[in-house]
């Protein structure tokens, strides 16, 4: 069964900082990888996702994210963080394409204070 | 660019009683989904639906849940009874296929309904 664990409950940075907000994932087979982000009285955001090829994959909003095979991780970070990218994170796997359900992490709250 | 939507951003009911949340989809997506998040807990799946039947479902969708598309446009999550660990925030998704038939692997979410019961 698939299953994604994002460690940190918050992750606190100061604006201008780079941040990492941290996933790891349990799949069998080829992962497929995913970030969302939900701001406040908002949706489920997509922000980007691994499906294959290169293990850095760039989304929204100055996002990227590393894929790590031996490591089972799938990092979420940006360069330079704004005080709007306060939200809260999730990390969703599948294992593989098609009409599949996402198994979500728990979330991180990240905190950009400025 | 377009969004799903979802209807009421807030529902109240007493335990036992039947609630119905409404979503629409993105126009030409053909996928869509119901997850819940228990507060405090993970986003969890519930249901997926293409071409007027369930795809695939989760142990927690027993038969107190269904789903329908009753028109066009709108997919509805009908709970017949409600209980009080239905609490939770229920969010819509859907995704769509390419021009060439393959799937495209991004769900796009609603903003959830929040059902509160009593």
């Known amino acids: 069964a698939q299953s994604v664990a994002q460690p940190e409950d918050q992750v606190n940075v100061a604006e201008g900082n780079p941040l990492t907000v941290k996933c790891t994932y349990s799949?069998?087979?080829?992962?497929?990888l995913f970030w969302y982000v939900q701001y406040p009285n908002r949706g489920l955001q997509f922000l980007l996702k691994?499906?294959?090829?290169?293990?850095l994959v760039k989304g929204s909003y100055g996002f990227e994210a590393e894929f790590n095979k031996s490591q089972t991780s799938f990092h979420l970070k940006k360069p330079s963080a704004l005080v709007s990218d306060s939200a809260l994170y999730f990390c969703?796997?599948?294992?593989?394409?098609?009409?599949?359900?996402?198994?979500f992490g728990k979330g991180t709250r990240l905190s950009v204070i400025a | 660019e377009p969004e799903v939507t979802q209807t009421p951003s807030h529902q109240v009911t007493q335990m036992g009683q039947e609630v119905i949340l409404r979503c629409v989809p993105i126009s030409n997506h053909l996928y869509f989904y119901w997850y819940r998040q228990i507060l405090g807990q993970k986003v969890e799946f519930l249901v997926s639906f293409y071409n007027n039947e369930i795809s695939e479902k989760s142990e927690i969708f027993d038969d107190q849940f269904s789903v329908e598309r009753p028109d066009g446009s709108n997919f509805t999550l009908k709970i017949r009874s409600t209980k009080l660990e239905d609490s939770a925030m229920y969010f819509c998704?859907?995704?769509?296929?390419?021009?060439?038939?393959?799937?495209?692997?991004?769900?796009?979410f609603g903003p959830g309904t929040r059902l509160t019961v009593l």
């Open positions: 998704a859907s995704s769509e296929m390419d021009s060439g038939g393959v799937f495209t692997d991004t769900q796009y």
């Open positions: 969703a796997v599948r294992a593989h394409s098609g009409n599949t359900p996402l198994v």
């Open positions: 691994y499906i294959t090829g290169d293990n």
């Open positions: 799949v069998s087979g080829n992962p497929y």
